[in-house]
């Protein structure tokens, strides 16, 4: 796919490799019948056998430049039929794993793929400091705790507790921060796939919609025709608008959404809307994966756990404190208002650029520029 591009064997790369999940690699003898089976391989971007091979020669730069990877939407088919039961599929997930790391310039995502240790260390850190940050400093008499007023240990007043408008421009700063820490890790990614391709910039302006479409529908997964492809597709929809709902009320309607009064609001309604859906989705991931209910979801990576985890719990925390609140309960209130920030920040800080939901963007770019390197060679006769 990156014709003309000198590669070279990495020979630490394998290493990592099995780090990130792809333990059967070694079992593959290039018989093809994998992208024979998988619906959405085509001629002009097969998948997954060239990387499997490209996975066991340890030839980094050559994963790197293909965007092969990620147009795998991981419903195991190719693992089922694959007569050496090198579990491709899994391959091509730990081969994500293994390039979110790489396109990570701060080298933490790698260091979190390669350890739990990190992993986990990370995350409770983070979670820690979040703890710290409404207890500790009220000792010293600054902290959050110590500036809110009388009133508010006797009844509900979360704006007194964390006043609306610091945590709003807590959350702007975070956002705005985490974005321009994914998108330098996109742009890392984008100069990858891109190298050595000579296509015309118009080439891929005209092709900007379709980013945008893939971005959130992910519909190529739909032209699976495994089983659970439809269902796993929706579950993945209707997640990603969960949780775009509510990022969107907490960092651009936050003043509309954390109010002290209980009347109805349409926040309210979203922030509803948000919390069943990302309980659900988040749950039923849970649940096949403990299942191990299809071949997707045989393997578990730690970091297929963490993602979902935080979530449901980031969901559960959140309902649970609008139950509080509305109880009137005021020191329970501020306590799960403190745990649900101590799991929903970390999921953020973490999740977002280092881990696995930076997916959500690398996999439209990928299929971005995969459709546009096969519509130029069409137009062009051009081998992009
Ligand atoms: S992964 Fe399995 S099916 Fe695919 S080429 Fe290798 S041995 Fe054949
Ligand atoms: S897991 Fe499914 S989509 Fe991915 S390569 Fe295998 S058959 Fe294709």
Redesign the pocket.
């Known amino acids: 796919m990156n014709g003309g591009l000198l590669v070279q064997p990495d020979t630490r790369f394998l290493q990592d490799l099995l780090a990130a999940g792809g333990g059967d690699v070694k079992k ?8 024979a089976t998988c619906d959405l391989s085509t001629v002009a971007a097969p998948f ?2 060239p990387q ?1 091979l490209a996975a066991q020669w340890g030839l980094r730069d050559k994963l790197l430049a293909d965007p092969g990877p990620w147009l795998c939407f991981y419903c195991g088919e ?1 693992s089922q ?4 039961k ?1 579990n ?1 599929g899994e391959t091509m997930m730990a081969l994500r794993r293994y390039l979110t790391s790489q396109y990570d310039w701060t080298g933490l995502s790698a260091l979190m793929y390669r350890s739990a240790f990190w992993e986990l260390g990370v995350l409770a850190l983070v979670s820690l400091a979040v703890v710290l940050l409404f207890t500790l400093p009220q000792s010293f008499g600054f902290g959050l705790l110590a500036h809110a007023s009388p009133d508010a240990l006797r009844t509900v007043m979360l704006g007194s507790f964390a006043p609306t408008h610091v945590v709003h421009l807590a959350d702007t700063i975070l956002a705005v921060s985490l974005g321009l820490l994914l998108l330098s890790n996109a742009a890392r990614m984008f100069r990858s796939l891109t190298r050595g391709r000579e296509i015309p910039a118009r080439q891929y302006l005209r092709a900007l919609p379709r980013l945008v479409a893939d971005g959130i529908t992910q519909r190529r997964w739909r032209d699976c025709r495994e089983d659970d492809a439809r269902r796993n597709w929706l579950r993945h929809v209707l997640l990603v608008s969960g949780y775009g709902t509510i990022f969107t009320l907490v960092v651009v309607f936050l003043p509309w959404f954390q109010v002290e009064d209980s009347g109805f609001r349409w926040t309210g309604l979203l922030g509803y809307y948000s919390t069943v859906v990302l309980l659900w989705s988040a749950g039923s991931i849970l649940i096949d994966r403990l299942r191990k209910r299809t071949e997707a979801h045989r393997f578990s990576h730690l970091s297929d756990w963490l993602f979902p985890i935080l979530l449901f719990l980031t969901a559960f925390t959140g309902i649970l404190l609008h139950i509080v609140r509305m109880a009137n309960q005021p020191m329970p209130t501020y306590t799960i208002y403190m745990i649900h920030l101590a799991v929903a920040v970390p999921m953020l800080v973490v999740e977002v650029p280092f881990g696995k939901w930076a997916h959500l963007l690398y996999r439209p770019l990928a299929l971005y520029v995969a459709a546009v390197a096969t519509e130029w060679e069409g137009v062009s006769g051009h081998k992009a």
């Open positions: 593959c003898y290039q018989c093809a019948t994998c992208a997954p056998r499997m190719c039929r694959c007569p050496r090198a491709p």
